[in-house]
């Protein structure tokens, strides 16, 4: 069932980019000719802001007729858009993670390394808290790592 499903959409975008292109370039030649138009016949005082209204309203839309008659719909070109700032949103999280998880594990291993050092030192009851680095704000991270990771202000 798919299989016939596609091709069907297939020749249907097809059809339609057909008809957009065809739209567009007899929109481009109906201004071609309106502005030949309007180089040889004077415009009536009474009619003046009427068909100022239309020539701006046909001037705006040139570019995005021009974009279609060229290949480019302007629709696919938001798509596009919308695809790529979820892929930098997305991409944004990893680093994020991956800079959190990055200070997790130099936490775990500046605490195993502190409490390693007091154990080798005192050998008997601690007398007081052998970890200082308690807390993510607390790690130094290694030059190695700092280099990869992207600049945050705090």
Do not use: C, H
């Not at 929109?27 to 009619?47: A, Q, S």
């Not at 007729?65 to 798509?79: L, N």
């Not at 695809?83 to 999280?93: E, F, I, P, T, Y």
């Not at 008997?124 to 992207?150: A, H, M």
């Amino acid at each position: 069932m798919d299989e016939e499903v596609k091709p069907n959409r297939d020749k249907a975008a097809e059809q339609k980019a057909k008809r957009g292109w065809w739209f567009s370039v007899f929109f481009m030649l109906m201004v071609m000719g309106l502005i030949l138009f309007l180089t040889y016949v004077k415009i009536v005082d009474e009619n003046r802001d009427v068909l100022v209204g239309i020539l701006g309203m046909i001037t705006g839309s040139i570019s995005s007729m021009m974009a279609i008659a060229s290949g480019r719909d302007p629709s696919e070109i938001e798509e596009i858009k919308e695809k790529l700032s979820a892929a930098n949103a997305d991409r944004a999280a990893l680093i994020a993670r991956l800079r959190d998880s990055q200070i997790q594990l130099q936490l775990l291993r500046d605490q195993n390394n502190e409490l390693q050092m007091a154990i080798i030192e005192k050998l008997s009851i601690f007398k007081s808290s052998p970890i200082k680095t308690r807390s993510p704000d607390q790690v130094v991270l290694s030059p190695e790592v700092e280099e990869w990771l992207p600049r945050v202000d705090k």
